[in-house]
């Protein structure tokens, strides 16, 4: 019976000052830190061990992985970086904030973009300063595939390859995962492993630096669920 444990981030420093974040690469704050490193504390107490460990290629993600293998003495396993873990991009509501932005469009309409399954943010362009494209990190993937933004729904389309993929093989193989990425990417996962409607998924929450467990029985079938708090 194969466990995968998802850990959001700690609060980055986006979080903290209520900035849409997205593929920014935000660090964490302090209270972040303290998050992640409590996260592995849980871990420990626990006495889960993992085989291989996954995280995306932002900053907040990696450290967050780190700082809860390093308080569960598990440093050491083997760990992939991949974009498809990323958060979902904002678009063009990258850097702004949360409430100027509400105060600006209306409630109503932040509301949607932000958890509409399948309505878009305003999109940021290729040439833009900010855009993924000009970042050294995503230089191997086909221009074409760099998103000027996502919902959900888009989100769940590039996660989901990398789960087939990597994921669920080690899953299959009894192997222990841990997985570090962001609340929207995570969402996804959750989305795809619960089998949970496209209405519903808009109220889940994942809470900053709070480890849920899966367990699994040999045909990927959730046996049981739990958060460690």
């Known amino acids: 019976m194969a ?6 981030h700690g609060q980055s420093q986006w979080n903290l000052s209520n900035q849409f974040t997205g593929w920014v690469d935000v660090d964490l704050s302090d209270k972040g830190v303290e998050e992640a490193k409590h996260a592995g504390e849980l871990i420990k107490a626990a006495g889960l061990e993992f085989d291989q460990a996954y995280t995306s290629v932002l900053t907040r993600a990696i450290k967050t992985l780190h700082y809860a293998l390093e308080g569960s003495g598990q440093l050491w396993i083997p760990e992939t970086k ?9 678009g063009a509501l990258q850097g702004l904030n949360k409430k100027e932005t509400a105060d600006k469009y209306g409630d109503e309409q932040v509301h949607i973009w932000r958890r509409s399954y399948d309505t878009l943010p305003p999109l940021l362009s290729a040439d833009d300063e900010g855009s993924a494209a000009q970042d050294r990190r995503y230089a191997n993937l086909d221009p074409r595939i760099i998103p000027g933004g996502e919902n959900l729904k888009v989100t769940l389309e590039r996660v989901i390859p990398f789960w087939e ?4 093989p080690d899953l299959l193989a009894g192997k222990n995962v841990i997985i570090a990425a962001h609340g929207n990417s995570l969402r ?7 089998n949970i409607s496209d209405d519903d998924i808009m109220d889940l929450e994942m809470a900053t630096g709070e480890p849920v467990v899966y367990t699994f029985d040999d045909k990927l079938q959730v046996i049981d669920k739990t958060k460690l708090d």
Do not use: G
């Open 165 to 168: 993929d990597h994921i669920a």
């Open 188 to 194: 996804a996962l959750t989305k795809y492993i619960e």
């Open 82 to 90: 991949t974009w498809r873990l990323n958060e979902r991009h904002y």
């Open 3 to 8: 466990k995968l444990v998802l850990i959001r």
